[in-house]
């Protein structure tokens, strides 16, 4: 079956425009993930979905970045103002449901560069 | 920070078995310790996953030791595909798994 998807695949944009990154997770899976993953880092977590929920944003960088899901499918991370440094792959994951013995299952990841 | 260490690389032969260590000695009783996976350039994938018992499935076991503190996962047979960064992670739930920097496995022919 279809996997998680994200888009666009890459993206380049100037320092100060604001971008929009999708996650379209596996269809009926309840919990979604963002991370941010630096050149040559590991993953960094950002925030959590359970259904449309998201009940932590703490680990979200600042105020320029927020995020949402809707109809317990889609979610959509969104980035004001960017900055250079904001430049990293934006990776989503899915999981059937939020708990310890499911696998997170995640896309292939959006590549950002900010000019 | 990540609440794990693992050595930051490692080499194995092709077939031969890839054993590769995590330490995890601030662990609680109700935190798994989860494994996963990156090939270059793809998002992480998921190996396996265990709380006290032994672990084994298809890709993998997981060796946990007594008193927790620390695992082990063998890859039996290495193939050049098992090249990857092999992150260890520990956690109560699937709510904010934190990555580390993980273990860089080359596997040579």
């Known amino acids: 079956g279809a996997g998680v998807s994200q888009s666009p695949s890459n993206k380049v944009t100037e320092k100060g425009k604001d971008v929009e990154l999708r996650c379209d997770p596996i269809?009926?899976?309840?919990?979604l993930y963002w991370y941010r993953q630096r050149l040559g880092q590991g993953l960094e977590f950002l925030i959590y979905f359970q259904g449309n929920s998201a009940p932590d944003k703490s680990g979200l960088p600042s105020d320029r970045f927020s995020a949402e899901r809707t109809g317990e499918s889609v979610s959509t991370l969104t980035i004001q103002r960017t900055q250079q440094e904001d430049s990293a792959v934006y990776l989503c994951?899915?999981?059937?449901?939020?708990?310890?013995?499911?696998?997170?299952?995640f896309g292939p990841g959006t590549r950002l560069t900010v000019t | 920070d990540a609440k794990t260490t693992q050595p930051p690389s490692m080499d194995c032969a092709e077939g031969r078995a890839a054993n590769l260590p995590c330490n995890h000695s601030t662990i609680s009783g109700n935190e798994y310790v989860y494994w996963y996976r990156q090939i270059h350039s793809q998002g992480p994938q998921y190996i396996i996953h265990?709380?006290?018992n032994n672990e084994t499935n298809e890709m993998a076991s997981l060796i946990i030791t007594e008193d927790r503190k620390s695992s082990t996962l063998i890859l039996p047979h290495a193939t050049l595909r098992d090249t990857a960064v092999y992150y260890c992670i520990t956690g109560e739930n699937t709510d904010k798994l934190i990555f580390g920097t993980g273990t860089r496995l080359q596997v040579f022919p």
């Open positions: 265990g709380l006290k």
């Open positions: 269809s009926g899976h309840t919990a």
């Open positions: 994951a899915s999981s059937l449901v939020l708990a310890a013995n499911y696998e997170q299952y």
